[in-house]
């Protein structure tokens, strides 16, 4: 099972990014996908996540309104879509998967991807 992670990039404060995070090696037909971020000095924390078996979805109240989780089954790909970003969304974003119904804490997730680094500067 692999997980590619890719999008992130340096942007202005009220800017957008989409994060994609490719899946490989593993059949997406009940399996939650999470984005998580790490920023230094703190813990890992999960942002959104999606079910691939009932395409529920859940925010952090931090981004809610803000970014928008998305699938497309064909590609086995899910996108993190990023608006209005703040100086405090600047992090090391990292996709992770497990089979079942979404979880909210990394120590849930099995499968992880390398990270891509966000940073909102002016």
């Known amino acids: 099972v692999q997980l590619q992670a890719s999008g992130g990039g340096l942007v202005q404060p009220g800017g957008s990014l989409m994060l994609s995070c490719v899946i490989s090696?593993?059949?997406?037909?009940?399996?939650?996908i999470g984005w998580f971020r790490q920023a230094p000095g703190l813990e890992r924390e999960g942002v959104s996540f999606?079910?691939?078996?009932?395409?529920?979805?859940y925010y952090a109240d931090s981004v809610k309104g803000r970014f928008t989780i998305a699938i497309d089954n064909a590609k086995s790909t899910v996108f993190l879509h990023m608006n209005s970003l703040k100086p405090d969304d600047t992090a090391v974003y990292f996709c992770?998967?497990?089979?079942?119904?979404?979880?909210?804490?990394?120590?849930?997730?099995?499968?992880w991807g390398q990270g891509t680094q966000v940073t909102v500067s002016s």
């Open positions: 999606i079910s691939t078996g009932n395409t529920d979805t």
């Open positions: 090696g593993f059949t997406l037909d009940y399996v939650a």
């Open positions: 992770a998967a497990r089979p079942g119904a979404i979880a909210t804490m990394p120590r849930w997730y099995d499968y």
